[in-house]
């Protein structure tokens, strides 16, 4: 069997590696667009505060220790289905018997479709580095469009760095996955840190201000900020373009079945491009965070193998680790509200008909695997409730638990 895998990010490389622990003769040829080892998003802050590789966490050796025909450099530019070919820019062809779409997304925003020159991000290994360069040539100052989860980290790192940062934000920080307390925690820190924060702004409302490259922005007041770096961090879009006339079908990202097939058996989508749906909510969309990449990865590879195995759902999940406080916020904030705060510690787990559907922990997320771990099982929490939010929860600590979570066996 020879498989291709468009990309080479989580989702591929775990498809790949997969793969590969179970069978050591079929073909593996991998894609990356990007001039790269395969590398981890969630580790490129990292990479770029320490100097140390920590992105590249499979190692360089990984296309080579796992036989795999890795492919730097070399993007899809449309794939045939009926002849199982993948069209590549250069001109050349591969043919398949399995074809796995991991090509990941890019950046978006509704009125920001295309970016001038002058506007950098931090999507991609590529973006980042470009960014980084200006930084070392002097750039003193950066001005970033977008408060989500992405671009604080990419505001913290700038500031730790030593650059003038201005963030903008349309009403309030990582307002997507943190509630108005949580997020007032957040916007108070950055302050704290020396970040200049614009609330009110939109991000999807701003215009750029400069020909050919852009200079500066115009926010909603009308009011022109400037910086030596112009960021945007406004969300994520399937790179799905070159699935045009395939008869692959799309919507947003790439529809899949609880199997992780697209409509044509032969093809598979997992990662960021993948539209999913939501384990809990059943809702369909692209859920694009590592772990999820990976379990898709692992479970698309599993169908590869002919081991029938369904995909239990996308998590909405995500945490920040570099403001000097640790936050972990994890599906719904609907039901009721269970909420504690104490010595700098906010924790809150939302709970409906005695079953957890979200948390979010602040200060402290020790108890966060615990949680998940019930959320995820729906288990009855309803004798828990005096005890889920103690700070020892789950880790043997308080005797009561033993007995109450007898009633969840």
Known sequence: MKVVIIGAGPAGVTVAETLRQYDTRSEIVMLSSEPYPPYSPPAMVAYFTTGQEVHLWKGRDFPERLDIDYRQGTKASGIDPQKREVHLADGGALRYDRLVIASGGRLYAARLEEFKPGVYNFKSLSAAEELLAHVKEGARSALIIGAGFIGVEIALLLRDI?????QLVRSRVMRQMLDPETSEIVLGMLKDRGIQVRRGDDADAVAFVGKPRAEAVEVRSGDVVSADLLIAATGLRPNIEFLGGSGVRTEWGVLVDDHLRTNDPAVYAVGDVAETFDRFTGDRYVHAIFPNAVEQGRVAAYNLLGRDTVYEGSD???????LG?????????????LRVCRNGVLRKVYVEDDRIVGFRLTGDVRTAGILRSLMNKRANVGPLKGILLAPGFGMGVISEMALAAQQLI
Request: charged share 15%; proline share 4%; net charge negative.
């Open 325 to 337: 406080l640790p936050i972990i916020a994890v599906g719904q904030m609907t039901g009721e509200e």
């Open 316 to 322: 909405t999940m995500n945490s920040l680790k570099h």
């Open 162 to 166: 030593g650059l003038e940062v201005t």
